[in-house]
């Protein structure tokens, strides 16, 4: 027995349209988000993780203080954001502070550390 499957033309059309469609939210996330940013220069941490095995033993503190020991030389402010209210806290005891929140259907925090 031989199956065959095809992709037409309108499988190619929904495929594009929900990719537009998330491009779309991409970029008014980003945009909401960069107007609650300092025009000034500033660090901007997009990400930062830890393997769940490697977790809560310091490796994310040890990152973060690089971090913040080059921002601080260099006398810029950071700001990142988290969607994990658990993360606030570990950003907090690194002197960040939540300064706005955002809806995208679910939290997102704001926070800096000047």
């Known amino acids: 027995m031989v199956l065959e499957t095809s992709v037409g033309s309108k499988d190619i059309q929904l495929l594009f349209l929900l990719g537009i469609k998330s491009i779309k939210k991409g970029f008014v996330r980003e945009s909401k988000i960069r107007n609650v940013h300092s025009r000034s220069p500033f660090y901007y941490l997009l990400f930062i993780g830890v393997y769940p095995e490697f977790q809560n033993i310091g490796?994310?503190?040890?990152?973060?203080?690089?971090?913040?020991?080059?921002?601080?030389?260099?006398?810029?402010?950071?700001?990142?954001?988290?969607?994990?209210?658990?993360?606030?806290?570990?950003y907090k005891k690194h002197g960040f502070e939540v300064y706005h929140e955002l809806d995208f259907g679910f939290p997102v925090f704001c926070m800096k550390r000047n």
């Open 59 to 90: 490796h994310g503190s040890k990152l973060l203080t690089e971090l913040i020991k080059d921002s601080e030389a260099r006398k810029l402010p950071i700001y990142l954001e988290t969607y994990l209210p658990q993360n606030i806290k570990l």
